[in-house]
């Protein structure tokens, strides 16, 4: 059961992919590790994904792909609402009256923004005014904390500068969230030593077959030190990636044969596989069984809609009470 007295984490994620190891130390697995703690909304973000997924049958089987993902992870439907974000409708009425203090060249400044604008993508108004469809998301729901992973931290930012704006201008309304990341996850690597991403072709997938695990480990580049010289485990993306899924005493261990010197990176690459598989099998199982019932997971989702939605209106109504919208 959920505590009033419990502070609010808001979370989401996009439906636009499969979901990769990154993601999920990045960001996902802190949203198991707090339900307990937190009154949690999770969702899915699929308003956010029409910026760029526009495609109605590789959006739907998105989210519920994500919604599959979240729940083989280990979030409890008893513990969390969990819900798809266009069941909140609230959230895009909030998103135009944010839209309505917030100016352009401050938008501008958002990292997607100038970053689609170098690779002189085209940019459409939804993908512009992504940063204030995020706040909204979490201002809604009174959040305390918004889970995130590091790259995201620049939206949280945008949250609180819009609830302060807000604040400001018609009375106390919003809290002000505070980013919540893993602090000794930096960003995850992908097997080509960039940030592990989608868009960058480089990713383990959180739920990859045996076979999937091989080829990406295989491809990890290394240097050319020969099996008995001693290596830096902090240059190697095979050990970067090798740490997230070691305790500390094997992760010392592991770090030790680096240094020694005796091991080459055939056998370092043949023991992260051993690990990935062990690691990733269980959920994988997971995943598949519950895929087998779709009709409940959209169950989950209804109600957890439902029970978001209640919340956002009693939000919403307050916000049309102090702009001077409610007349009667
Ligand atoms: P991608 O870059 O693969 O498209 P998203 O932008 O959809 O990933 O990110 C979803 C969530 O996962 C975000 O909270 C993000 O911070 C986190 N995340 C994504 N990639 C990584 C990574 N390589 N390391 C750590 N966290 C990550
Ligand atoms: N922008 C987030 C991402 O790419 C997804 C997201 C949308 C989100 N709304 C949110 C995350 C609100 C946290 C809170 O991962």
Redesign the pocket.
Known sequence: MLKKLKKILVAG??P??KI?I??Y????KQFVDLQDKYESYIFIADYHAITTVQNRAELMQGIIDVALDYLAIGLDPKKIILFKQSDISQVTELAWIFNCLTTMPYLMRAHAFKDAEVKNKEINVGLFDYPILMASDILIQDADIVS?????KQHVEYARDTAQKFNKIYGKTFKIPEPFILPH??????TDGR?????YGN?IPLFATDEEIKKAVMKIPTDSKGVDEPKNPDESIIFAIHKLLLNDKTLKTLEDKYKKGGMGYKTAKEMLIKDLTAFIKPLREKRKMLAKDINTILEILKNGGKRASMNAEKKIKEVREKVGVKIY
């Open positions: 994620v996009q636009t992919g990769h990154g993601n130390f990045g960001a996902m995130v992973g590091q790259d995201q996850v930096e960003t995850v690597p992908g940030k592990m991403s989608k868009s990713v």
